[in-house]
C-alpha cells in the first residue's frame, strides 16, 4: 500500500510540474502578445501624420507595416510553439516515441 501512494504522489508531482511549466509558457505568451499590441499601438500612433493627406498614403507604405508583419510573424511561431505542441510533436508523440524506443532497446538485448 505504501508503494501505490509514493506511485499517486510521483504522478501528482510529475502532472504538476507539466502544469507549472504549461503555465509558464502560457504566460509568457500572453505576455509578449500584451507587449506586442501596445507597442505597435504605439508605433501607429506615431507614425501617423495629420499634416496632410500626401502623407496620409504614406502611411500605408511597407515601412510602417513592417515591424508589425515582421513581429507579428515571430508572434506566431510563438502561439503555435505553445498552442500547437499536441498537434505536432505533443504529449501523445513522445509517449509513442518512447515506447518504441524501449522496444528497440529491449529487442537489441535479446
Known amino acids: 500500500m505504501n508503494n501505490h501512494l509514493k506511485s499517486q ?7 504538476y510540474q507539466w502544469a507549472y511549466k ?3 509558457k502560457l504566460k509568457s505568451f500572453y505576455t509578449h502578445l500584451m507587449v506586442y ?7 501607429m500612433i506615431a507614425r501617423q501624420s495629420p499634416d496632410s493627406a500626401e502623407e496620409n ?16 510573424f515571430g508572434l506566431a511561431m510563438h502561439a503555435f510553439s ?16 518512447i515506447k518504441e524506443l524501449m522496444r528497440r532497446e529491449e529487442q537489441r538485448n535479446v
Open 9 to 15: 504522489q510521483n504522478q501528482m508531482d510529475t502532472e
Open 22 to 24: 504549461r503555465v509558464k
Open 37 to 43: 499590441i501596445i507597442v505597435n499601438i504605439f508605433i
Open 57 to 72: 498614403l504614406t502611411f500605408w507604405s511597407f515601412e510602417n507595416f513592417s515591424v508589425v508583419f515582421f513581429w507579428g
Open 82 to 97: 505553445v498552442f500547437g505542441q499536441d498537434w505536432f510533436l505533443g504529449k501523445r508523440w513522445e509517449e509513442n516515441k
